[in-house]
């Protein structure tokens, strides 16, 4: 008998034009590089009947509310392509995001100074506030060209933007600047069309279709590792099949860098920027599969409760940062932005950005090494609605 073996696996994803729907054929150019590929090929709830029938024994126990459970993993990293999103980007669209695709911006900035520049006057174009948080800045031209950071803050009516270096330092003035292009997911509260995808998930010989499928991410980012992301999600039950002529061909999917003091940048949580072990951040989403009489069965997502975040870092003195009192404060006053670049190479690098994270959980100690280490639970929350995170590849 022929053994089917794990590393013999491969996935391809592809975005639903409508629930359960593709616009073309999900093929070879579909695949996504992934680390791991977890499978419950059919699950559902049993029937129990309990028949009482003059002597002892089972009753068949029937399979109700038939679908697929699937967890995959793949590493946190760019396309490699400019002003393109990464192959994965099927997976982030059916677990709660939408995406929105921004051009290169250039300009002449009117002012500036340690962290600050003043971007050009567009007139009535101008963007609001808080349109470009979160974003990678450049100056490429004039005093202090090569500088670069993410902006954590964007006054559209001064159109003065904050900025946490990437670099040794970030200094504005009357420079020229880019924003390059970029691909930008955030959460969504309402799922229409695109909000879901069709997988293929080839085990060996043995193909798996899940149509329909929504789950919920989570990022891990350890010390000295590659940063990953993990789908955990849903989708309709297909029949398995034989493996016939499924293919793969990967591509813009870049190869990753890992989670060091080389590769990981700009890293901030609440306004100071500390000596960090590892980060985690799950975005906790609500879903569940409903078979309902004269409904299609479908994959929900159902509620974003409870967004968060663990951070793993020296313990700080408290004249230097104290995160004691920022715990203990209940008016939102200490709220503030976490960020982290991941990469330092154009099309190859990506940005989480949280605009309000708040310490919600209980401050603990561990030992690293003989350092006093402290873990801080945060909640992402949102600043006006569905803006608590962003996650930007560019």
């Not at 031209?141 to 946490?164: C, D, F, L, P």
């Not at 997911?185 to 069309?193: A, E, L, M, R, V």
Request: hydrophobic share 35%; proline share 6%.
């Amino acid at each position: 008998m022929t053994a089917l073996l794990i590393r013999n696996s491969f996935l391809l994803a592809k975005t639903e034009t409508a629930y359960g729907t593709l616009a073309s054929s999900i093929g070879a150019s579909d695949a996504v590089k992934i680390t791991s590929l977890e499978v419950n090929p059919l699950t559902g709830t049993r029937v129990e009947r309990s028949l009482i029938k003059g002597f002892l024994g089972a009753d068949r126990q029937p399979l109700t509310n038939e679908h697929v459970a699937v967890t995959i993993t793949f590493e946190w990293g760019g396309s490699g392509v400019a002003a393109t999103a990464p192959r994965f980007s099927p997976l982030l669209l059916a677990a709660g995001m939408n995406l929105a695709a921004s051009a290169e911006i250039t300009g002449t900035a009117t002012a500036g100074g340690a962290n600050t520049i003043t971007l050009a006057d567009l007139g009535g174009s101008n963007p609001a506030t808080d349109a470009y948080v979160g974003f990678p800045i450049e100056i490429t031209s004039g005093a202090n060209a090569g500088n670069k950071g993410v902006i954590v803050a964007h006054n559209g009516t001064t159109r003065e933007v904050t900025v946490v270096a990437s670099t040794a330092s970030f200094t504005g003035g009357a420079v020229n600047y880019k924003i390059p292009a970029l691909s930008l997911y955030q959460p969504i509260s309402t799922f229409g069309n695109g909000s879901s995808c069709t997988l293929v998930a080839v085990k060996d010989q043995n193909v798996h279709r899940i149509e329909g499928f929504r789950g919920s991410p989570a990022l891990n980012s350890p010390l000295n590792s590659y940063g990953t992301f993990t789908i955990t999600g849903i989708g309709k039950y297909v029949t398995p099949t034989a493996k016939s002529s499924e293919s793969f061909t990967y591509g813009n999917q870049a190869e990753p860098v890992p989670v060091t003091p080389r590769h990981t940048k700009a890293l901030r949580f609440q306004g100071y920027g500390p000596c960090t072990e590892s980060f985690t951040f799950d975005w906790g989403l609500t879903t569940s599969f409903r078979s309902l009489i004269n409904c299609e069965p479908h994959a929900r997502i159902t509620d974003r409760p409870n967004p968060n975040g663990t951070l793993t870092i020296e313990n700080p003195p408290v004249a230097t940062k104290d995160y004691f009192s920022a715990a203990a404060d209940n008016s939102g006053a200490s709220d503030g932005p976490f960020v982290v670049q991941q990469g330092t190479v154009a099309t190859e690098s990506s940005i989480f950005f949280c605009p309000k994270a708040a310490i919600s959980g209980d401050l603990s100690f561990s030992d690293s090494d003989g350092i006093d280490m402290l873990q801080i639970l945060f909640t992402a929350l949102p600043k006006t609605q569905n803006d608590e995170t962003r996650l930007i590849f560019f």
